[in-house]
């Protein structure tokens, strides 16, 4: 089956530093991928659609100059926190949907969990 | 627009008891309705999905869940808990058009006593 990695699995740094986190789609090409924050004992929200080749899109409330998407080839994408603080602190989950199926039929990864000092 | 909504944060069962989760969903166009389960510091795996077929759907670890289209639900059900279903289980809704998004509920804690 189709598999979604992430790296790194956990980051602690300081506030004010900023922190890169990878998602790779391993054994398919991923146009598309996903970036969701999941606070404590809460739900999934979705950030933001990473596009390959392009700009990506940002949800409502999400700060385009504070989280940096990158998806520079079809099996990665990159979120980059910028001049993090702690508030920031929260588990990241990217998904990717696989070629030939809806994009409402994704595929997650394990999951980052930033911890911001 | 559509939205999901679980019903009772946490859910606690004996092991062997019957497992319901609940899931009752709004949606404007004929909905794709998921169930996932998170364990600890993990991502989301797939349990489950309806597609407009069948309306009981069978997923992985003896789960299943049955579309009500009268009563906009998608409950998630076991026959029996094991120790190891402990976890936390969302259910997600999205159109069928291949560009709609997820909408996930607020999730369900199920645990399992000895």
């Known amino acids: 089956g189709a598999v979604v990695s992430q790296h790194p699995s956990r980051v602690i740094c300081k506030s004010g530093t900023s922190v890169k986190i990878e998602c790779r789609s391993l054994d398919f090409q991923a146009t598309t991928m996903f970036w969701y924050r999941q606070f404590p004992k809460k739900s999934l929200m979705l950030m933001a659609t990473?596009?390959?080749?392009?700009?990506?899109?940002?949800e409502q409330g999400v700060e385009k100059d504070k989280f940096l998407i990158n998806h520079a080839s079809l099996t990665l994408s990159t979120l980059t926190v910028t001049s993090a603080h702690p508030e920031d602190s929260s588990f990241y989950i990217c998904?990717?949907?696989?070629?030939?199926?809806?994009?409402?039929?994704?595929?997650f990864g394990p999951g980052t969990r930033l911890t911001v000092l | 627009a559509q939205s999901v909504t679980q019903l009772g944060s946490h859910v606690s069962v004996s092991e062997g008891a019957l497992v319901l989760l609940r899931c009752n969903y709004s949606?404007?166009?004929?909905?794709?309705l998921f169930w996932y389960v998170q364990y600890p510091n993990q991502g989301l795996q797939l349990l489950l999905k309806?597609?407009?077929?069948?309306?009981l759907v069978k997923g992985i670890n003896g789960f299943e869940a049955e579309f009500k289209k009268s009563e906009t639900s998608f409950h998630l059900t076991k026959p029996s808990a094991h120790m190891s279903d402990a976890a936390e289980y969302f259910c997600a809704v999205s159109g069928r058009n291949a560009g709609n998004m997820l909408t996930f509920g607020g999730g369900t804690r199920l645990m399992v006593k000895p």
């Open positions: 309806y597609t407009s077929a069948a309306t």
């Open positions: 990473s596009n390959e080749g392009s700009k990506a899109t940002y």
């Open positions: 949606s404007s166009v004929p909905p794709y």
């Open positions: 998904s990717a949907p696989t070629p030939g199926t809806p994009m409402n039929e994704q595929f």
